[in-house]
């Protein structure tokens, strides 16, 4: 019963921390949760903790659970992790992804295509991510694929997609989307799929620091 509790409560505190509901610096009351869900405070305990491994929330004595605050470290160390460990998970995926899928990613890419004459950040960020899991997802080592997932949660504690501060890199990322696409349609070797992949982050990471006045990636 309380693992099931707990998972409630995990997705319940990770959709309204991701979707806004709950912002940087909300303090997380475990006894108000509990009351909410009509649960003990143990499983909402155990939702608290995954969320903190994942980056999501911090715990400090005397103070509790509270809302992670986003920063730049945070979308630095995140964006750098991503670049290796999803280009090796794109890598490993790409023998595996068929033609319906290929398909689908095109489909999305174009939708992001047409929503670059009038620009819509939060969709664009949302068919980003849709993009990007058809490109990942059949990568047939779990280990990694967990890594990837954790490093999209904790780039959700940012709230705001990464294109409403540099908008003018999402040209140049639907472009780069396809050259990916058409890589792993031709079967290129994995190496190059996966530096290409690894590219991509990177030059999406370069804007955001470039934007903010901040030193490249040295990744």
């Keep these: 019963m309380n693992a099931s509790k707990s998972e409630v409560a995990y997705q319940l505190l990770h959709t309204r921390i991701t979707d806004g ?16 869900l009509g649960c003990s405070v143990v499983p909402v305990r155990e939702a608290i ?10 715990f400090e004595r005397n103070v509790g659970a509270t809302v992670a605050a ?10 750098q992790t991503l670049a290796i460990i999803e280009g090796a998970a794109t890598a490993l995926s790409a023998p595996f992804v068929d033609a319906d899928q290929l398909a689908a990613a095109r489909a999305i890419n174009q939708a992001m295509t047409d929503l670059l004459t009038d620009f819509d950040p939060p969709r664009f960020t949302e068919l980003n991510n849709e993009f990007h899991q058809v490109l990942y997802r059949n990568c047939p080592n779990p280990h990694i ?26 040209r140049e990322s639907v472009r780069e989307h396809a050259q990916l696409l058409d890589m792993i349609e031709a079967h290129a070797p994995a190496g190059e799929i996966e530096q290409a992949a690894r590219a991509h982050r990177t030059n999406t990471l370069n804007a955001y620091l470039a934007a903010a006045n901040l030193p490249a990636s040295p990744l």
Excluded: C, K, Q
């Excluded at 509901?21 to 909410?36: D, H, K, Q, S, W």
């Excluded at 986003?70 to 964006?79: E, G, P, R």
């Design 145 to 170: 694929l967990d890594l990837v997932h954790r490093g999209w949660n904790r780039l959700a504690v940012m709230r705001s997609s990464s294109f409403t501060h540099i908008p003018g890199r999402a």
């Design 49 to 58: 903790r995954r969320l903190e491994a994942e980056g999501l929330v911090t």
């Design 70 to 79: 986003a920063d730049n470290a945070l979308y630095l160390h995140t964006m």
């Design 21 to 36: 509901t709950f912002t940087p610096g909300y303090r997380l009351v475990l006894g108000t949760i509990a009351n909410e």
